[in-house]
């Protein structure tokens, strides 16, 4: 939790000063709720003074990113995947449910990618990893995608489809993640 929290500045630091106090007190019984007690009075401090070096830019990106991402995904899922689908489900010689169902899988996974590859074009940096890239950039988009799939399964009044709603949100998740890293490596940002 220290290493995820820590700024990398002083992160080897705050890492090392906790492990040489654990071995001070190795010969105690209590060490081991030394150290977790330790590490966990770190973490406010440590959280702000990452706070104070976040770029705000970074954070507007990083916002604008999540938006048009959240909008070309939902756009595409209502005017093209669900449209085709309904569509083809209408037609007198319509294949069978699940078929149509996986066609929709397919539409929703690549109006997904695009909306990943938006997100990275506009917010990954240069110099950055692509996993930092991504958490920073898709992170809060899938925390967004999935309370809205667990609104939508509790609020749903025919009992939700949860392993529906489960399975789409994993699509989301992976299409998002599959075009961030294209456009990551197409652009030199990971």
């Known amino acids: 939790m220290v290493a995820l929290v820590a700024p990398a500045s002083v992160r080897e630091d705050v890492l090392g000063d906790l492990h040489e106090q654990h071995l001070e007190r190795a010969d105690s019984p209590h060490a081991a ?3 977790w007690r330790e ?3 770190s973490l406010p401090t440590l959280a702000q003074y990452r706070l104070q070096q976040f770029d705000l ?3 507007g990106f990083t916002v604008l990113a999540c938006v048009c991402a959240y909008v070309s995904l939902s756009s595409w899922d209502v005017s093209v995947a669900r449209r085709l689908v309904a569509a083809l489900a209408a037609h007198p010689d319509a294949p069978a449910l699940l078929a149509i169902r996986a066609l929709y899988f397919l539409l929703l996974f690549l109006g997904a990618t695009i909306a990943g590859a938006v997100a990275a074009a506009i917010a990954f940096r240069r110099g950055r990893s692509f996993r930092r890239n991504a958490l920073v950039t898709l992170g809060p988009l899938v925390s967004v995608l999935a309370a809205l799939v667990a609104v939508s399964a509790l609020s749903s009044a025919q009992g939700a489809p949860y392993a529906y709603l489960a399975l789409r949100l994993v699509v ?3 299409a998002l993640v ?4 294209v456009m990551a490596r ?3 940002a990971s």
Do not use: E, F, K
Not at 178 to 181: L, N
């Open 39 to 41: 590490a966990l009075r």
């Open 57 to 59: 830019v970074s954070l």
């Open 186 to 188: 197409r652009t030199g």
């Open 172 to 174: 989301i998740v992976a």
């Open 33 to 35: 709720v030394a150290y």
């Open 178 to 181: 599959t075009g961030a890293y």
